[in-house]
């Protein structure tokens, strides 16, 4: 077999990561104004944090069964593991550098004698330095600081792997790779670090309220999907029938199980704002699901496994941000309106003319848009912060949420582009037509389902 140049770049990077956490010199947390001492750790909030990033781990095979289900029968490995494969990349990147990048300490702009921060130090938690057992005051005050590293991981691993949902069935194994890494370093951190840092830039100047990532994780997705799908062009043949629902449903259960952890992890306690969290995604889902099923009838379509689970996601999304912030009876409308809105964005021709494989802009981009408005209009202050939203009056709040989403938008999806354009540069993104045909499967990874 012949060795290609980029595969043994890629051996040469893995070798001196690991050299060099062998020889690193790791930094302690010992600095008493940063770090409480290990006498504060809640015991309980430390059982349901691992719990809840188990649950989280969890979601990213589920995502892998889930589109892997829904494409056709030549590219259901290849599709499968473009998601699985995160767990490896992205987990590693977030040890060396990601996690630094998102919580270090802010590096942006000054507005008035305050600094806002657009990333964080790279090299303060690198290779998890001072990443150890004592809480930080600020992260996560009560769990190990190590626990919250690897709490917040999960949703760095599965936030690329949403994207490529959009580009199955076409594009090149390694120039994924390489546009994870990309993605993760250059657009997931610095918007993680604007929204969930407690000096970020969109969190703490522009208010926005995120709760469990709608934003960080399902907007930068949806936009980088689309801007991915643009880049790369529509597939040679764009009419497939998804390969294995039951695939679909199995995956379905395993991203709404783990969801929990997703969601209600996300108060960083086992407290009520996490069982009021636990109950609101519940729910969300279930209004969604059947909202989706009930439109489909409306509109003259069967009622489809397919449609239900795409429909159950979707009400997952959409309360992501605002799961801690609202009410049950709140929760059923965010699943209602949700579905509706994705469920119109899925069928309608402009999108379907650039060939989201799997309807990712329309679910998680749209899914994530719709949230962080209904975040921005129904968030209770008591739960969110001291905020209010639009339906308590606070039309500043929303008015900022609005200018945050017009920015957020522009920076994942124009970033996005331009590191599909930089990825294409280095390493061409587009199998080739005759592998297209073959399928990924085997032209890829020499595997058949």
């Not at 290779?127 to 057992?133: G, H, L, N």
């Not at 991915?228 to 294995?244: A, D, F, M, Q, Y």
């Not at 689970?309 to 997952?316: F, P, R, S, T, Y």
């Not at 039309?395 to 124009?414: E, I, K, P, R």
């Amino acid at each position: 077999m012949k060795k290609e140049k980029r595969w043994i770049i890629a051996f040469i990077i893995i070798t001196v990561v690991a050299f060099t956490g062998v020889f690193w010199k790791h930094q302690s947390a010992d600095n008493a104004d940063v770090f409480n001492t290990i006498e504060t750790i809640n015991y309980g909030d430390v059982a349901w944090l691992l719990t809840a990033s188990c649950l989280v781990l969890l979601m990213t095979p589920g995502l892998s069964f889930f589109y892997g289900g829904m494409v056709g029968k030549k590219n259901v490995i290849s599709t499968m593991l473009k998601s699985f494969i995160c767990l490896g990349v992205v987990g590693l990147l977030w040890v060396v550098l990601g996690f630094s990048l998102s919580f270090g300490d802010s590096i942006g702009i000054t507005i008035g004698e305050k600094t806002y921060g657009i990333f964080g130090n790279p090299l303060q938690f690198a290779f998890f330095d001072q990443v150890e057992m004592k809480p930080h005051k600020l992260l996560g005050s009560t769990i190990p600081f190590i626990l919250y590293a690897l709490f917040q991981m999960k949703f760095a691993v599965i936030t690329p792997a949403i994207i490529t949902g959009a580009l199955a069935e076409r594009i090149r194994f390694i120039s994924f790779l390489l546009f994870i890494c990309l993605f993760t370093l250059f657009i997931y951190t610095p918007l993680c670090h604007m929204i969930w840092h407690p000096n970020g830039l969109l969190g703490s100047y522009f208010g926005v309220k995120d709760f469990a990532g709608g934003t960080v994780v399902h907007m930068s997705a949806g936009f980088a999907a689309l801007a991915g799908v643009i880049v790369l062009g529509k597939r040679k043949n764009s009419e497939h029938i998804p390969t294995n629902i039951p695939f679909v449903l199995l995956g379905t259960g395993m991203l709404w199980f783990g969801w929990f952890g997703f969601n209600a992890g996300s108060a960083l306690a086992a407290n009520g704002t996490a069982a009021m969290a636990f109950a609101t995604t519940t729910i969300a889902s279930a209004s969604a699901m059947m909202t989706w099923v009930f439109f489909d009838r409306l509109n003259g379509r069967k009622v489809s496994a397919l449609g239900a689970c795409i429909g159950a996601v979707v009400g997952l999304v959409v309360i992501t941000p605002s799961a801690g912030y609202v009410t049950i009876p709140q929760s059923i409308f965010f699943g209602f309106i949700g579905a509706i809105v994705s469920n119109t964005m899925v069928y309608w021709k402009k999108l379907k003319q650039i060939d989201d494989t799997l309807d990712v802009f329309a679910c998680h981009g749209v899914g994530g848009i719709m949230g962080m408005i209904l975040t921005a209009i129904f968030a209770n202050p008591e739960a969110s912060g001291e905020n209010a939203s639009l339906l308590h009056g606070g039309w500043n709040v929303f008015g900022h949420h609005m200018m945050a989403l017009v920015l957020v938008s522009a920076f994942t999806f124009g970033g996005a582009f331009l590191l599909f354009k930089l990825t294409n540069k280095i390493i061409p993104i587009r199998v080739s037509e005759e592998s297209e045909t073959i399928g990924l499967d085997l032209s890829q990874h020499g595997e058949k389902f």
